[in-house]
């Protein structure tokens, strides 16, 4: 199985901070890569697919690159709804794993 | 716009199955993915298995083979999770979330989760 890495654990932050949050597979994934936020008693909500593919309604700030094992996720200005845990996950092979997750808060 | 939605919390004693449904409405049954994903309390989001409607494919993760049983019913547009054997590590929010492809493993819709309790 793939293993998907993330650091930090936890990012204490401020609004308007630029972050960026990464993730490591224990293996090439091309760009089979995409990132989630969760939200407390909510499902996760698909922010990037294909390591740098901004989805749908997602705003502009939250941007990702990164491709074989390194990735990251940037946000470029912090806004108050922003704070939340952070997933990425691999989609190049079965089974399709998680990292353990980013949590960002104030 | 498609939209999942999840039966209702479970509480069940060790050793029991349970059985969750996820109706799917607004988009192509046949056209998606569905994978289950499970949430323990403060945890992260593992992935379990996954059921391929167009193809009558499934995959499972090891860690669940032998206990998970994942089918999907065209006719009702619902997918279903069973998961027998269970033990107090199995609490957990059980989410469904679909592909826009068959192939793909990005998750781009999800049902509201379904609280699963095991104790006795």
């Known amino acids: 199985d793939i293993q998907m890495t993330q650091s930090p654990f936890s990012l204490s932050a401020s609004v308007g901070d630029r972050v960026i949050l990464t993730c490591r597979a224990s293996?090439?994934?091309?760009?089979?890569l995409n990132w989630y936020q969760q939200k407390p008693g909510k499902a996760p909500k698909l922010l990037i697919s294909?390591?740098?593919s901004l989805q749908g309604g997602v705003p502009e700030r939250f941007s990702g690159s990164g491709s074989g094992t390194d990735f990251t996720l940037t946000i470029s200005s912090l806004h108050p709804e922003d704070f939340a845990t952070y997933y990425c996950?691999?989609?190049?092979?079965?089974?399709?794993?998680f990292g353990q997750g980013t949590k960002l808060d104030i | 716009q498609v939209q999942l939605e999840q039966s209702g919390a479970e509480v069940k004693k060790p050793g029991s199955s349970v059985k969750v449904s996820c109706k799917t409405s607004?988009?192509?049954?046949?056209?998606?993915?569905i994978s289950w994903v499970r949430q323990a309390p403060g945890q992260g989001l593992e992935w379990m298995g996954m059921?391929?409607?167009?193809?009558?494919?499934?995959y499972y993760a090891q860690k669940f083979q032998g206990r998970l049983t994942i089918t999907s019913d065209a006719s009702t547009t619902t997918a279903s999770m069973e998961l027998s054997s269970l033990r107090s590590e199995d609490t957990a929010v059980y989410y469904c979330?679909?592909?826009?492809?068959?192939?793909?493993?990005?998750?781009?819709?999800w049902g509201q989760g379904t609280l699963v309790t095991v104790s006795s």
């Open positions: 979330g679909s592909s826009r492809g068959p192939t793909n493993g990005d998750f781009h819709y």
């Open positions: 293996q090439t994934i091309t760009g089979f």
């Open positions: 059921v391929i409607p167009i193809f009558g494919t499934t």
């Open positions: 294909a390591a740098s």
């Open positions: 996950q691999q989609s190049y092979s079965l089974p399709y794993t």
């Open positions: 607004g988009g192509t049954f046949s056209s998606f993915a």
